[in-house]
């Protein structure tokens, strides 16, 4: 299997990027980071409050996961990351050009469903709406694939996989 770059594995909350994030990551032989742990305090603090993020606040974020995937580049990784608009990953391209998207979609309710039964995580299931209304899909110009996140997480991971060597050119 090729390598890309490195790949973003993006999405609402809860469609399972730091799950399926380093399945993808084992399966291509490169290493993972979770986007979350990029956020300032204070970005954590407001999503626990129930407080969706603006502009503002997600560009030392971006910023933070564009210095680790531009660092990566020629080596490969895998890293989550929401980037919901197409700025944000217009962001992440400005740092690391050579950046794949792999865009986890699904069902509203299965998404919410599976946020509802997850633990110790930040993000409440009210701001799931807000992730929603923020949500700009990928864009025929844009490098990516998305991916169902219908059954587990090792088939979800490997449909990434697939749809990832599946992308026309060649991916470093």
Known sequence: MRTPHVVVVMGVAGTGKTTIGPLLAARLGVPYAEGDDFHPQANIDK??????????????WLDAIGA????????????????????????LR?????VVFVHLTGDRALIEDRMAHRRGHFMPTALLDSQFATLQPLQADEAGVAVDVTGGPEEIAERAAGALDGLPGPLP
């Open 94 to 98: 400005a740092a690391a050009p050579g």
């Open 68 to 91: 680790w995937a531009h660092d990566r580049a020629g080596l490969g990784g895998v890293v989550s990351s929401s980037a919901l608009k197409r700025s944000y990953r217009d962001r």
């Open 47 to 60: 999503m626990s409050a129930g407080v969706p993020l603006d502009d503002s606040d997600r560009r030392p």
